[in-house]
């Protein structure tokens, strides 16, 4: 029985230094707030720059691994109807990859057009 009290007594004052340990180390020193990146209109609209680069940028990449992949299948298509309908599918969505990064430009300008003229 009293080893059984030694170790719940050693078992709390390991919990409770560890406790008081963390305490102190939480209460040293406050985080700091790192600055935002955005602090006028230009801010934004450089944000929204970046985004659509980025949107413009892999929607390119990916309409053309679409247009060799689907060429691909064509030439690989050996005459099975199949095939051939499979990659004109793919030509098409690669077709609206093109168009979604070309609207994204374009929203792009609409956006910034906007936030600089104030609305």
Not at 28 to 48: E, F, K, L, M, Y
Not at 52 to 62: G, S
Not at 71 to 96: C, H, N, S
């Amino acid at each position: 029985m009293q080893k059984l009290k030694t170790k719940i007594s050693v078992g709390a004052l390991i919990g409770l230094s560890t406790l008081l340990g963390s305490a102190a180390l939480v209460g040293a020193a406050p985080p700091s707030i790192p600055a935002s990146p955005i602090t006028s209109v230009t801010g934004i609209v450089d944000v929204i720059d970046n985004i659509v680069r980025w949107v413009y940028i892999i929607f390119f990449i990916l309409a053309v691994l679409f247009i060799i992949f689907a060429a691909f299948t064509y030439l690989t298509a050996g005459g099975d109807e199949e095939k051939v309908k499979k990659a004109k599918d793919q030509i098409i969505y690669a077709a609206v990859a093109i168009v979604v990064a070309l609207l994204a430009v374009g929203f792009q300008v609409i956006i910034s057009n906007f936030l600089q003229t104030g609305g």
